[in-house]
């Protein structure tokens, strides 16, 4: 998989590429990633992204050129057509159908956004499709691109050990996950439960089963009626 990411703060994607799966992940190379900061596409001496809105109001729009231009640099890189996606909470909501769908490609651009918005003739001729992680607003697209990126790296062959597979997640199959236990079997008067501890592998996946479900019709009754209908 290769990555594309266009940002301001390229720096802050040391986040994936320092520590844990997705620092391994690049290390085993089971994808690449390359970060393009606007400000290297500009041509004045302020090196100037973003401008004032149009209409007035708070705050400033990340302007289309330095963006188009960074893009177009992208596509140039590659033979790969990238899908370019755009990270904002006016986009998609982000599921782990989703994720599975996307992790098929091989080639994502991700645009991390700033300030108050884009341009939106950037948006209407260069994005595929806007992503949204969650209903709620932080400052820039990086952190967003970045959740979905790991959502992406975890699931590539060869990412998780044979020990840590994807299909156990929990969405994997619709429903939350079930509790998890270690040692020691009593810590503070509380027990592991018995089930856990007796090796039967078909009454431990039974139980598992049926914490899943349960745990799925407490917390997120939502999820269930999909997973009943098949979904
Ligand atoms: N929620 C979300 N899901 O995806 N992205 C978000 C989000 O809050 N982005 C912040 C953001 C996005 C674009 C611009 Cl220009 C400025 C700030």
């Not at 320092?18 to 400000?39: D, F, I």
């Not at 790991?150 to 079930?178: M, T």
């Amino acid at each position: 998989m290769r990555f594309d990411v266009i940002t301001l703060f390229p720096e802050m994607f040391g986040a994936l590429t320092e520590s844990g799966v997705s620092r391994r992940a690049l290390q085993k190379q089971l994808y690449s990633l390359n970060t393009w900061n606007p400000r290297e596409f500009t041509h004045d001496r302020h090196k100037t992204v973003d401008d004032r809105p149009y209409g007035g109001g708070p705050g400033m729009v990340m302007m289309y050129q330095p963006l188009k231009d960074s893009v177009d640099a992208i596509r140039q890189a590659q033979t790969t057509k990238p899908h370019v996606i755009y990270l904002s909470p006016q986009g998609q909501p982000l599921t782990q159908e989703k994720v599975a769908q996307l992790a098929q490609l091989d080639s994502i651009t991700l645009l991390c956004g700033r300030y108050e918005g884009i341009d939106e003739r950037l948006l209407q001729t260069e994005v595929d499709e806007e992503i949204c992680i969650g209903d709620f607003v932080v400052s820039g697209g990086e952190l967003p691109a970045m959740m979905l990126m790991d959502s992406l790296i975890r699931l590539l062959p060869g990412a998780l050990g044979h020990d840590q597979s994807a299909e156990q997640d929990s969405f994997s199959d619709g429903l939350l996950d079930c509790p998890h236990y270690t040692r020691p079997e009593e810590v503070n008067g509380m027990r592991v439960p018995e089930v856990l501890l007796q090796g039967n592998h078909a009454k431990i996946d039974a139980w598992r089963h049926q914490q899943k479900l349960l745990r799925t019709e407490q917390r997120r009754p939502d999820l269930l009626a999909r997973y009943q209908d098949g979904e």
